[in-house]
């Protein structure tokens, strides 16, 4: 290859990967966005199917997210599970974009399920978060073969799908969070309803110790803190009226 179209190969990459990064940029929900970056990748690398999947929470399967047969017939159950097996099991565990050009003849056919698309040639790249692998593009029927340099782009399409579904979960976080702030003021504020305070001056008669309230009219001080507050009343005696008021009583101990 001269130097002319490997510049041209290398412009045609970067703007695919400025275009991929714009669609993360752009917030859509993460199956859109998933779907712009794999139709990029798609297009770069030459391939005409393939899909994006992420890996189940028990770790066993892959979940498609959509699937992009290329036109040819799939009759595959879209109910049938995807576990994680064969050469896409390869690139989980390596953590690497990994492919076959002769896939039809590989010992991997066998896991190929009645009425699936025909499948010339291969390739996956794995989504890794943090250091772990939790998806994958997965690329299939190029006209030619795939090479080291579909991997390698097909690995950094990878990384902004894991971009953006890192994005999407940050975001449902961050909602989720936000709804529960609201909800916790909701509830505070119901409460504070429901609480009655007591503050301010309260004009209260030095002999009887009724209190006035604020429309003039004057209660007795147990009444107005009960209307005014969550307090109640429970009477007895000090002991400096129980000898006042009944000294051949005797009251000890609590009155």
Same mark, same amino acid.
């Given at each position: 290859?001269?130097?002319?179209?490997?510049?041209?190969?290398?412009?045609?990459?970067?703007?695919?990967?400025?275009?991929?990064?714009?669609?993360?940029?752009?917030?859509?929900?993460?199956?859109?966005?998933?779907?712009?970056?794999?139709?990029?990748?798609?297009? %770069?690398? &030459?391939? #005409?199917? =393939?899909? *994006?999947? !992420?890996?189940?929470?028990? /770790?066993?399967?892959? +979940?498609?997210?959509?699937?992009?047969?290329?036109?040819?017939?799939?009759?595959?159950?879209?109910?049938?599970?995807?576990?994680?097996?064969?050469?896409?099991?390869?690139?989980?565990?390596?953590?690497?974009?990994?492919?076959?050009?002769?896939?039809?003849?590989?010992?991997?056919?066998?896991?190929?399920?009645?009425?699936?698309?025909?499948?010339?040639?291969?390739?996956?790249?794995?989504?890794? %978060?943090? &250091?772990? #692998?939790? =998806?994958? *593009?997965? !690329?299939?029927?190029?006209? /030619?073969?795939?090479? +080291?340099?579909?991997?390698?782009?097909?690995?950094?399409?990878?990384?902004?799908?894991?971009?953006?579904?890192?994005?999407?979960?940050?975001?449902?976080?961050?909602?989720?969070?936000?709804?529960?702030?609201?909800?916790?003021?909701?509830?505070?504020?119901?409460?504070?309803?429901?609480?009655?305070?007591?503050?301010?001056?309260?004009?209260?008669?030095?002999?009887?110790?009724?209190?006035?309230?604020?429309? &003039?009219?004057?209660?007795?001080?147990?009444?107005?803190?009960?209307?005014?507050?969550?307090?109640?009343?429970?009477?007895?005696?000090?002991?400096?009226?129980?000898?006042?008021?009944?000294?051949?009583?005797?009251?000890?101990?609590?009155?």
């Amino acid at each position: 290859m001269n130097l002319e179209k490997e510049l041209e190969r290398k412009q045609r990459e970067l703007t695919a990967l400025v275009s991929g990064a714009t669609a993360i940029l752009l917030q859509q929900g993460f199956i859109e966005t998933a779907r712009a970056i794999f139709d990029i990748c798609r297009q %770069i690398t &030459g391939a #005409t199917s =393939g899909y *994006i999947a !992420l890996l189940s929470g028990d /770790g066993q399967e892959n +979940e498609v997210l959509f699937l992009e047969s290329g036109g040819l017939p799939c009759d595959v159950d879209k109910e049938l599970p995807m576990p994680v097996r064969g050469l896409r099991a390869e690139s989980y565990k390596s953590g690497r974009a990994v492919f076959h050009n002769d896939f039809m003849n590989s010992e991997w056919i066998k896991f190929m399920p009645a009425g699936h698309v025909a499948l010339k040639n291969v390739m996956f790249a794995p989504l890794v %978060i943090a &250091g772990k #692998t939790v =998806g994958l *593009i997965g !690329l299939a029927n190029k006209a /030619g073969d795939f090479d +080291e340099n579909d991997a390698a782009m097909a690995e950094h399409f990878g990384g902004l799908a894991a971009i953006a579904l890192q994005n999407s979960r940050n975001l449902d976080a961050m909602l989720a969070a936000k709804k529960q702030r609201e909800d916790l003021i909701i509830e505070l504020k119901s409460a504070l309803e429901k609480v009655k305070k007591l503050s301010g001056l309260l004009p209260i008669c030095s002999f009887c110790k009724n209190i006035r309230d604020d429309k &003039g009219y004057w209660n007795r001080i147990e009444n107005y803190i009960r209307e005014h507050s969550e307090a109640e009343f429970s009477h007895g005696l000090c002991p400096e009226c129980a000898n006042k008021h009944y000294p051949g009583l005797n009251l000890d101990g609590d009155y």
